[in-house]
Nanobody, 116 residues
Framework: QVELVESGGGLVQAGGSLRLSCSAS????????MHWFRQAPGKQRELVAT???????DFADSVKGRFTFSSLVTNHRVTLQMDSLKPEDTVVYYC??????????WGQGTQVTVSS
């Protein structure tokens, strides 16, 4: 059984930093790759960051230069380092793993709130 659990969200002032972690059981993140999405109320989920199984990292233009993946990547934990946070980064962040066309796993989400 696959389970994804996000942690590390919280309240931070603008310009501050947070580290979001995705902990996985039942799969090996190094083999599958993973994504971080975020979603504001009433809006579609937005792809924020991707780490592929080959180790390639991609980021949305809105977070490029501010977000990165921690070098401490294991089969069961991936951490997103978020720096220079802005009030518009205030949303719920989700960990996601897609395996082929059939499997699409999501965590429960973690709230990030950036105060101005």
């Amino acid at each position: 059984q696959v389970e994804l659990v996000e942690s590390g969200g919280g309240l931070v002032q603008a310009g501050g930093s947070l580290r979001l972690s995705c902990s996985a059981s039942g799969i090996a993140l190094r083999n599958t790759g993973m994504h971080w999405f975020r979603q504001a109320p009433g809006k579609q989920r937005e792809l924020v960051a991707t780490m592929t199984a080959e180790g390639r990292m991609d980021f949305a233009d809105s977070v490029k230069g501010r977000f990165t993946f921690s070098s401490l990547v294991t089969n069961h934990r991936v951490t997103l380092q978020m720096d220079s946070l802005k009030p518009e980064d205030t949303v719920v962040y989700y960990c996601n793993v897609k395996i082929g066309p059939l499997y699409d796993y999501w965590g429960q989400g973690t709230q990030v709130t950036v105060s101005s």
